[in-house]
């Protein structure tokens, strides 16, 4: 299945439908699509101003003072669609600039997060030495407590001297 999608110069290009089975960057590719697509209000300019241009072109009768011509109310209706169509730029301009911000935000993140990771990382290398370290100070003093206790199990010299003599 395909959609038909006509744009500004009346090219008509396919696009090809494509089920949600395609992977996660799909939906950002409809909706890059939709955000740069968008052509309705180049087209209306361009209508008002073939409009215009047309209206003004053709000859026509004097029209009293009073009222006013189609030229003027033609000019009119473009220099609207033009205002409107420059605010759209403006504002699509906007959201650029704060997407790149966004951007470039995320971006800082990122690097602090990295950093924050290597540190920690380091942190953990540290403290996993200071524990083999501890375990081993534990396991030491645990087997001189054994001995410890053997050689108090055992007879004093004095003891051994009287026997002995």
Not at 23 to 36: E, N, Y
Not at 65 to 93: C, G, I, M, Q, Y
Not at 94 to 123: N, T
Not at 131 to 141: G, N, P, V
Request: proline fraction near 4%; hydrophobic fraction near 35%; glycine fraction near 4%.
């Amino acid at each position: 299945m395909s959609i038909q999608q006509e744009g500004v110069l009346g090219i008509t290009s396919s696009i090809g439908y494509v089920g949600s089975h395609t992977g996660p960057f799909f939906p950002d590719a409809i909706i890059h699509m939709r955000i740069t697509n968008d052509e309705k209000a180049l087209r209306r300019v361009t209508k008002k101003f073939h409009n215009y241009a047309s209206v003004a072109n053709t000859t026509a009768a004097p029209f009293s003072p009073s009222t006013t011509s189609p030229v003027d109310d033609a000019r009119e209706a473009f220099l609207v669609e033009l205002a409107s169509f420059h605010l759209s730029l403006k504002k699509n301009l906007m959201v650029c600039e704060a997407e790149a911000r966004q951007v470039q935000e995320y971006q800082r993140e990122r690097e602090r997060i990295a950093s924050e990771h290597h540190l920690l990382q380091g942190q953990i290398e540290h403290l996993k030495t200071s524990l083999e370290y501890a375990q081993l100070e534990r396991k030491r003093k645990i087997e001189y407590d054994a001995i410890a206790e053997k050689i108090n199990t055992l007879p004093s010299r004095d003891e051994l001297n009287r026997l002995v003599l």
